[in-house]
């Protein structure tokens, strides 16, 4: 069965950092884009980041510019998503998904979908 798995989630302070990663079974990544989405309480889940096969990044949320970063490990199976000065904000459930096409900020188009990190953000 082909699913994604998330890792490397917790709770940190504000202005503290986390990296998580995303790594896959029944597949290999190395041709799917990998996109990152996060859902707070009660909101909407929202579009992150997306890199390609290649290594290129897109950037959905303005909100994480300049303090979220995406990257890949081809070799590793894995793909991480950096946090930076996290905000108490930045509180919520963090998503890793996969998608054959290219990337995008929507749902929709991303066919396979990880359960899952908690990422809590707290003095």
């Known amino acids: 069965q082909s699913q994604l798995v998330e890792s490397g989630g917790g709770l940190v302070q504000p202005g503290g950092s986390l990296r998580l990663s995303c790594t896959s079974s029944?597949?290999?990544?190395?041709?799917?884009?990998i996109g990152w989405f996060r859902q707070a309480p009660g909101k909407e889940r929202e579009a992150l980041l997306c890199?390609?096969?290649?290594?290129?990044?897109?950037n959905y949320a303005d909100s994480v510019e300049g303090r979220f970063s995406i990257s890949r490990d081809n070799a590793k199976n894995m793909v991480y998503l950096q946090l930076n000065n996290l905000k108490p904000e930045d509180t919520a459930v963090y998503y890793c998904?996969?998608?054959?096409?290219?990337?995008?900020?929507?749902?929709?188009?991303?066919?396979?979908w990880g359960q899952g990190t908690q990422v809590t953000v707290s003095s």
């Open positions: 998904a996969s998608t054959w096409s290219g990337c995008s900020r929507l749902r929709r188009d991303f066919e396979t």
């Open positions: 029944g597949f290999a990544l190395d041709y799917f884009q």
């Open positions: 890199i390609n096969g290649s290594g290129g990044s897109a």
